[in-house]
Structures are given as structure tokens and as C-alpha cells.
């Protein structure tokens, strides 16, 4: 965990850090982000509502609203919590999240383990091409390692049993939701989406050739395009507590 600060970076697959912190770093270089972090051990329930509580706990600890951001699983567990909580919440950021928020790789992955006859190793192999664009075998077999390490310790509530939907829609705090023109997991499509329940002042942005990883690949374009955001939320909150000052004042 990093010192408090107003901007959380929710971090709830685990074994997807190195893809995180590229992005973070740029960040950081601007405004101290925090990060969450929830680790699900293998003999644990796959629960959302386990991780939701955990991350109660600590925005609880802090003392003022944040900016929240979260990519895949951490974003949909920031919307949960921006859900319940609009009030502890500045703005949110989601990374990777469509406008249906519980599709992530693991719901297409076992959709083809359903139909599929094949191991999990080849599809594994084949979700690598899907979310990360034609690789050799050394990195498709690095990259299914590190998909097959994220269905044991992230609280996506799918599995071969069951999946899960999460009902659509905004949240009352600023929103902004990013994604690649490119990803196959959230397309643009689902990414669009989003403009059905956006209010004034919510954002969407496609990074070109971006894909389900965009902030990894394009860290530079991402973090400049959060803190232009983060501002922008800044700015209004200033002129609103202004306007409120001002308003106090007449009335005495």
C-alpha cells in the first residue's frame, strides 16, 4: 500500500501489476496515487462482495473524497463501490470496463472452455492473441502463466458454472471510462455504450490501437488524458465551494 493520497488505484488482479505500472509512473510524476491492492489466495471464494468490503475499509480510513481508478476487475469494483458510496467519491476512472461491466477476459475464457474441446493450455495460448495481438511462442507461453495466475487470485465472479451480470449504468460522481480501438474484450461497441448513461461533464476517450491493455502500451497518452480529467474535476469542485461561499455570504 502507498501513502494516502487523493487519487486510488484499485488493484485487484493481482498478477497483472506489470501492466499497471507503467501507467502509474507517468502518473506519479504529476500526483501521488495510492495503491490497493486485494490478492485473493486460492482456497478463498471468488467474490466481488469479500473485495468490495476490503476496499470499504480503507476509503473509510481517509479523511476526504478520491479520485478513484481501476483497470478490468478494479474498475468494476470501483463502480460498485462509486455506486454505493457517491458521497466518498470524486471521480472515477475505468480502464478496460465496458458499459455491461462484468465482461472481462475470464467470461470469454470460459465461454470457449464451454464450447471448446481443447486444454486449457491452448486456450489460454489463444486468449493471449486476443488481448495482446500476435506473439511467439516464448511470449505466448510468459503471458498464459500470467492469465492462468489471474483466474486463481482476481474476485472475477465468473467460472465455468456460472456467469455473472452487473447491471448497466453511470454513477453520480464525474466518470470517465478509456479504452483501445483494438480490444477484443471490451469493444468499442460495449465502449460506447457508456454515452447512454453519462451525464454532463463525463468523458469517454479510445486510444488508437490500443488494446486491452492500452495504458501498458500507451502510458504516455493514457496518464496525460487522466490528469487532464482529474483537473477538469478539480476546477468544478472549485467553482461549485466558490459558488456556495459566495451564496453563504449573501444570505448573512
Known sequence: MSEITNNVWIAAN????????????????????????YYQHQDEPSCLEIALSFLENYLNSLQQPVNLIGHSTGGLLGLLYSRKYPNKVKSLTLLGVGCHPA???QIHYYA????????????????????????????????????????????????LFRRVNINPGGI???????????????DLNSLRGWQEYFKPGDVLWECPQGNHFSHYFYPE???????????????????QKAAIKVSSLKTN
Request: hydrophobic share 35%.
Open 172 to 186: 453520480k460522481s464525474p466518470l470517465m471510462v478509456c479504452g483501445g480501438s483494438n480490444d477484443n474484450i471490451v
Open 14 to 37: 493481482h498478477s497483472f501489476q506489470r501492466f499497471d505500472n507503467h501507467l502509474l509512473r507517468h502518473l506519479s510524476y504529476h500526483q501521488p496515487v495510492a495503491r490497493w491492492e
Open 103 to 105: 465482461v472481462d477476459w
Open 112 to 159: 470457449l472452455r464451454e464450447f471448446l474441446p481443447c486444454s486449457q493450455r491452448i486456450i489460454l495460448a489463444q486468449m493471449v492473441q486476443t488481448m495482446f495481438g500476435q506473439q511467439n511462442q516464448y511470449n505466448t507461453k510468459g503471458l498464459s502463466l500470467i492469465l492462468q495466475q489471474d483466474l486463481n487470485t482476481s474476485p472475477s465472479p465468473h467460472s
Open 221 to 239: 497518452k493514457v496518464s496525460r488524458k487522466i490528469l487532464e480529467f482529474w483537473k477538469a474535476v478539480a476546477r468544478k469542485n472549485y467553482i
